[in-house]
């Protein structure tokens, strides 16, 4: 079992930046996958940024050069680093990881962008 606790989420403003956290209840050296998704009001979840055990990052055209996925091993903590924040980035924001073949899935944190 892999507990997924997300944090971060706040209301920004457009141009404006949030990092959000994702903390792992397990050694992220033991999960090969760990991908940040979001789901706004009235949309399907999509993926937004990915990153692999030895360290191969992805990103959706949506949010490539805005945002960053980077994970710390030592605190067992994966961020999502958002820049240049737009309206459309409004979404709850989750956290989701691949180990042994499982798929978990965080709670969730509310980003919102608006002047």
């Known amino acids: 079992q892999v507990q997924l606790v997300e944090s971060g989420g706040d209301l920004a403003q457009p141009g404006g930046s949030l990092r959000l956290s994702c903390a792992a209840s397990v050694s992220i050296f033991s999960i090969s996958y760990v991908a940040w998704g979001r789901q706004a009001p009235r949309k399907n979840r999509e993926l937004v940024a990915s990153?692999?055990?030895?360290?191969?990052?992805n990103y959706a055209d949506s949010v490539k050069d805005r945002f960053t996925i980077s994970r710390d091993n030592t605190l067992n903590v994966v961020y999502l680093q958002m820049n240049n924040l737009k309206p459309e980035d409004t979404a709850v924001y989750y956290c989701t990881a691949l180990k042994d073949g499982d798929v978990y899935w965080g709670q969730g944190t509310q980003v919102t962008v608006s002047s």
């Open positions: 990153i692999l055990s030895g360290g191969h990052t």
